[in-house]
Nanobody, 122 residues
Framework: VQLQASGGGLVQAGGSLRLSCAASGLSFRPYHLGWFRQAPGQDRELVAAINRSAGKPHYADSVKGRFIISRDNAKNTVYLQMNDLKFEDTAVYYC????????????????RGRGTQVTVSS
């Protein structure tokens, strides 16, 4: 199983980026999907999640109202639209999949791949 995250880069505060994550060796369809991030010296945190039915997504308070997670099962891809980016959003972003019934929690997610670096300049 490989998850390839892309779309990161350097952006000024207030700007936007759209991250994508495509899977190979795995169909996303039966899984809940999430985006995690990890900044230097900090724990990895779940910032956005969407269940297998693509119902109402879950967001960390720090990104609520600014980030939008979506999925396209036909393309086997999950997206993270990030708007109004802040310096504190700087991190490596990873996508992940889970079958845990508690899909809003970070436990149970399989985080794979190198992630994609997002750097926000203030």
């Amino acid at each position: 199983v490989q998850l390839q995250a892309s779309g990161g880069g350097l952006v000024q505060a207030g700007g936007s980026l759209r991250l994508s994550c495509a899977a190979s060796g795995l169909s996303f369809r039966p899984y809940h999907l999430g985006w995690f991030r990890q900044a230097p010296g900090q724990d990895r945190e779940l910032v956005a999640a969407i269940n297998r039915s693509a119902g109402k997504p879950h967001y960390a308070d720090s990104v609520k109202g600014r980030f939008i997670i979506s999925r396209d099962n036909a393309k086997n891809t999950v997206y993270l639209q990030m708007n109004d980016l802040k310096f504190e959003d700087t991190a490596v972003y990873y996508c992940a999949y889970s079958q845990n019934v508690n899909w809003r929690m970070s436990d149970g997610y399989n985080v794979r791949g190198r992630g994609t670096q997002v750097t926000v300049s203030s």
